[in-house]
């Protein structure tokens, strides 16, 4: 018989039996669940035998998926009072890419109690370069800017992605209004006044709200009926994390080249992370190069900014896509970060569009429960409340990408003096880098700094 790993606040893990796993939990409740605080209602707590003799747990919200943008939701629920259970399946092969965390971002994790566990893995993005290296006929000037400009200290920082979500995953572990359920989800009910979330395992958690947090393939989108539209390109991303001889003065450097950006991302100390976007048909060829070949290459490819270069254990190969779900809401159904859309690794926007669909939902299901709203109901707004920044930063990257790739000598010459006047025009300058770090159409309260 198998069975799921529940663990509730405080760390615990509970072997969760789906013909004895009720009781189990109950004492988990009386152990590390005191009651929340006061004028939450605890009304959703209670575990039942379904019709199918499954053990089952109900909360307000049910989260499936334990990503970065699905843990910072669970977080962000579970840390302002609202009980919400988490299905995340265990990961199946080690994530070695980082993301560049902008400052609202990192904002909310400082707000959710996450960076402090962060900060030590992170590296300051102070400055961005950008560096036409297309060798075609209109070539951009070099582009400079930095946070200093516009009074911050950082536009952001760069993590990777296994310290982000493991330091997630301790905060997680913290708060007893957040039952971690370790399986896999494999199928989704949604009713009319309630979602069930069927595990493998057996377990069966239901609640107002399903948040859709699995990622490309997300079985809360298909089980809301959602579609999801795009493209994929004919461009593949090779990330490497990489060791180097000179110092990257806390420096982002994005070479624009004819087959996709070039972007090295600053690590702590004198390291940093790489995204080498090639033609497809390059995949190959670079796969069979040893390390030492592939340094080589990328030191030739940088032209040596950071001197010599040595590769660090952990290369990544994912082809480039771009697609949205045509609503990010509905029914009792919500999804958040790739499950809602997926954008190119360019200008790094991915994981922040999913940060701040995370905060969003979270920040309208916290207000919603407070004034005993069913939370369940909260998804159209969610939906018209995302579609602005989803659709511009999508459209943005979109724009950028086929520029590179475009032979078009119009296309190439717009993105060249776009390039220069944003480099020239001191205020189109810094009104583009503040749109960057907080945009206009989205500053959900946990990227201000505010809980919930
Ligand atoms: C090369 C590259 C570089 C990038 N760099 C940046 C960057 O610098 N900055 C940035 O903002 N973004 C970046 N991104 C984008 C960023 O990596 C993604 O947006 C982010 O990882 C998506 O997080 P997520 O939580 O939505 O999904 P995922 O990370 O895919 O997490 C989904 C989770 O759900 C689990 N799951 C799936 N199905 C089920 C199921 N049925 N039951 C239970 N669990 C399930 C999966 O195992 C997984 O753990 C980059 C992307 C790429 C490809």
């Known amino acids: 018989m198998p069975s799921s790993v529940v663990t509730r606040g405080m760390g615990r893990k509970l072997p969760w039996d789906p013909l004895t796993g009720a009781g189990i939990i109950r004492s988990c409740y009386s152990l590390s669940c005191p009651l929340p605080d006061p004028g939450i209602s605890t009304s959703e707590q209670s575990i039942y ?22 843990l910072t939701a669970a977080i962000a629920l579970a840390s302002a009072g609202v009980e919400t259970a988490l299905v995340a399946n265990a990961p199946t092969a080690a994530d070695h890419r980082t993301s ?49 400009e516009i009074g911050l200290d950082a536009f952001g920082h760069n993590i990777e992605n296994r310290f982000l979500v493991a330091a997630l995953e301790a905060r997680a572990r913290e708060l007893p209004a957040l039952v971690y359920i370790r399986d896999e989800a494999v199928a989704v009910d949604i009713a009319d ?117 040595q590769i660090e254990g952990g290369r990544g190969v994912f082809p480039l896509a771009a697609a949205t779900a045509t609503r990010l809401g509905a029914g009792r159904v919500a999804l958040i970060g790739e499950a809602a859309h997926v954008v190119a690794p360019i200008g790094a926007q991915g994981l922040n569009l999913g940060l701040r669909d995370a905060a969003t939902i979270s920040e309208l299901v916290v207000a919603g429960h407070r004034e005993g709203e069913d939370v369940g109901e909260l998804t159209e707004r969610y939906d018209r409340m995302r579609r602005a920044d989803t659709t511009s930063r999508m459209l943005a990257v979109d724009l950028l990408n086929r520029s ?17 006047l944003m480099e020239r025009v001191g205020p189109l300058r810094r009104a583009i880098m503040r749109e960057g770090v907080t945009p206009w159409a989205s500053q959900p309260r946990l990227m201000r700094g505010e809980a919930l």
């Open 100 to 148: 560049a965390l902008l400052q609202g971002s990192v904002k909310a994790l400082e707000t959710l109690r996450v960076w402090e566990l962060c900060r030590e893995h992170a590296a300051p993005l102070r400055v961005m370069r950008i560096i036409d290296d297309t060798g075609r006929l209109v070539r951009a000037r070099e582009a400079c800017f930095a946070a200093s």
């Open 49 to 70: 035998e379904d019709d199918r003799g499954m053990s089952s747990l109900t909360a307000q919200v049910v989260i499936v998926g334990g990503g970065p943008a699905g």
């Open 404 to 420: 590179l790739l475009s032979d078009f000598l119009l296309l190439q010459g717009a993105r060249a003096a776009g390039l220069f």
């Open 193 to 309: 006044a309630r979602v069930t979330v069927r595990c493998k395992g057996g377990t069966a958690p239901s609640a107002r709200l399903a948040i859709g947090a699995e990622g490309r393939q997300s079985l809360c989108r298909s089980a809301a009926g959602i579609d999801i539209r795009g493209r994929t390109y004919a461009q593949t991303a090779l990330t490497f994390n990489l060791g180097h001889s000179r110092p990257h003065d806390d420096t982002s450097t994005e070479f624009h080249a004819e087959s996709g950006p070039f972007t090295l991302v600053p690590l702590p100390q004198r390291r940093s992370s790489l995204v080498f976007v090639v033609d497809p048909a390059e995949v190959s060829n670079i796969s069979t190069l040893s390390d030492a070949q592939v340094a080589a290459e990328i030191e030739r490819r940088s032209h040596s900014v950071l001197g010599k270069v």
